[in-house]
């Protein structure tokens, strides 16, 4: 079974100061890892994949196999971050389905 | 061209009653999903489609939940005898691909009174 954990379901940072939103998963094989994130009357949209690794909008998320996690990070947060954001994983085939956890609420503090 | 598009947008039905959510996927993808989000809580799957397979059905919740997808084209989420805890957010969701990006729709907002 897949499944994906994120630990915090708000979270409240001051402009400027650095953002970690913690995503642990659970799979057998080797996942994909996503984060989505949903901005406030928006669909909700992809942010970045582990496959990529790239940065977008000043985000990464390194995914660490060993301690099974996916945690998104950015440097210095600015007010346009606030939103909800959701980890989530898809497995191999026959596994395929995009599982997501429930989502953490981030506002930054101007 | 257009994004994914869902159908109602809202539906206010009363309880016992049968609803159909339609949603119109991005053209060309073959992976489609349905998803539901109660209010305060994260996306809970339903079930997902992939171009011929046999559909993933291991999400929906009872038997009065059902889906189908004609060819790589439109979906329907039809539940049966609507009870008050179906009131949810019903989300559909393409992929071009497998394993590739999924692509929202704006929801269906589902209430049983």
């Known amino acids: 079974a897949q499944r994906v954990t994120q630990p915090e379901k708000l979270l409240s940072v001051f402009k400027g100061a650095p953002v970690e939103l913690k995503c642990n998963y659970s799979?057998?094989?080797?996942?994909?890892l996503f984060w989505y994130v949903q901005y406030s009357r928006q669909r909700l949209q992809l942010l970045l994949r582990?496959?990529s690794r790239e940065s977008i909008k000043g985000f990464t998320a390194d995914l660490n196999k060993g301690e099974t996690s996916f945690h998104l990070k950015k440097p210095f947060a600015q007010e346009e971050d606030s939103a909800m954001y959701y980890c989530a994983l898809s497995g191999n085939f026959g596994n395929e389905k995009l599982t997501f956890g429930t989502g953490t609420r981030l506002t930054i503090i101007p | 061209g257009a994004g994914v598009s869902q159908s109602p947008s809202n539906k206010v039905t009363e309880k016992g009653k049968d609803v159909e959510l339609r949603c119109d996927p991005i053209?060309?993808?073959?992976?489609l999903y349905w998803y539901r989000q109660r209010l305060g809580q994260g996306l809970e799957f339903l079930i997902y489609f992939q171009g011929n397979s046999a559909p993933d059905k291991s999400g929906l919740p009872s038997d009065r939940f059902s889906a189908e997808r004609t060819g790589e084209s439109v979906s329907t989420l039809t539940i049966q005898r609507t009870q008050q805890e179906d009131s949810a957010v019903y989300l559909c969701?393409?992929?071009?691909?497998?394993?590739?990006?999924?692509?929202f729709g704006q929801g269906t907002r589902l209430t049983v009174v």
């Open positions: 969701a393409s992929s071009p691909r497998r394993l590739a990006e999924a692509f």
């Open positions: 799979y057998s094989g080797s996942p994909e």
């Open positions: 582990h496959i």
């Open positions: 053209s060309g993808h073959t992976a």
